[in-house]
């Protein structure tokens, strides 16, 4: 076992080790962020949910079991962070959206931003646990395994729920694209 992989450290973290935590919270930082920003649409509200679920997972690290994948563990708890702000919002805010690279030419950046900005209000859209589904897997590339344990779901209902996730997404595309014809 590698001294810098996760089991260690949080093994040194139990021990009091605060620069091993330090390391976690780097190597975790833009996945944990990146889920956030990709349920809440907000670069403030997806940085203070990273921030929630860092202290949180430091307060709670005596309960992480160690036969499970660390990030595993830490995901669900910016999933669960970040459903609660959710839960909490008034139903829709204005989308913030990132800025694309701009190294294509204008009219391709233009039909790229237009992709995007289509993509995030259809998502937008979608029930927090189907809009999750597709976060997870097109979004962070997690495996189905990886979606069972950030989820706390059987393998199975995630493929299911990922296949409903998909329809629905693919409905609210094809009614923007309609609305826009």
């Given at each position: 076992m590698k001294e810098d992989d996760d089991p260690a450290l949080v093994r040194r973290c139990r021990q009091g080790d605060r620069?091993?935590?330090e390391?976690?919270?780097r190597r975790y930082e833009k996945p944990i962020f990146n889920v956030a920003l990709r349920m809440l649409h907000s670069g403030e509200d997806a940085s203070d949910i990273a921030q929630t679920t860092f202290l949180k997972a430091f307060e709670?690290?005596?309960d992480y079991d160690p036969a499970y994948k660390f990030y595993s563990w830490i995901y669900r708890i910016a999933v669960n962070e970040s459903l609660n702000?959710?839960?909490s919002r008034k139903p829709i805010e204005e989308l913030s959206i990132e800025q694309a690279d701009g190294s294509d030419g204008p009219e391709q950046h233009a039909q790229v931003e237009q992709l995007r900005?289509?993509?995030e209000i259809a998502l937008a859209q979608i029930k927090p646990d189907l809009r999750m589904?597709?976060?997870l897997r097109h979004f962070m590339h997690l495996s189905y395994h990886d979606?069972?344990?950030v989820l706390d779901l059987p393998e199975k209902t995630v493929k299911s729920r990922l296949h409903g996730?998909?329809?629905v997404l693919r409905a609210r595309l094809m009614a923007l694209r309609s609305d826009v014809s």
């Amino acid at each position: 076992m590698k001294e810098d992989d996760d089991p260690a450290l949080v093994r040194r973290c139990r021990q009091g080790d605060r620069a091993a935590f330090e390391q976690l919270v780097r190597r975790y930082e833009k996945p944990i962020f990146n889920v956030a920003l990709r349920m809440l649409h907000s670069g403030e509200d997806a940085s203070d949910i990273a921030q929630t679920t860092f202290l949180k997972a430091f307060e709670h690290l005596e309960d992480y079991d160690p036969a499970y994948k660390f990030y595993s563990w830490i995901y669900r708890i910016a999933v669960n962070e970040s459903l609660n702000a959710l839960a909490s919002r008034k139903p829709i805010e204005e989308l913030s959206i990132e800025q694309a690279d701009g190294s294509d030419g204008p009219e391709q950046h233009a039909q790229v931003e237009q992709l995007r900005r289509t993509i995030e209000i259809a998502l937008a859209q979608i029930k927090p646990d189907l809009r999750m589904a597709i976060v997870l897997r097109h979004f962070m590339h997690l495996s189905y395994h990886d979606m069972s344990q950030v989820l706390d779901l059987p393998e199975k209902t995630v493929k299911s729920r990922l296949h409903g996730a998909r329809e629905v997404l693919r409905a609210r595309l094809m009614a923007l694209r309609s609305d826009v014809s």
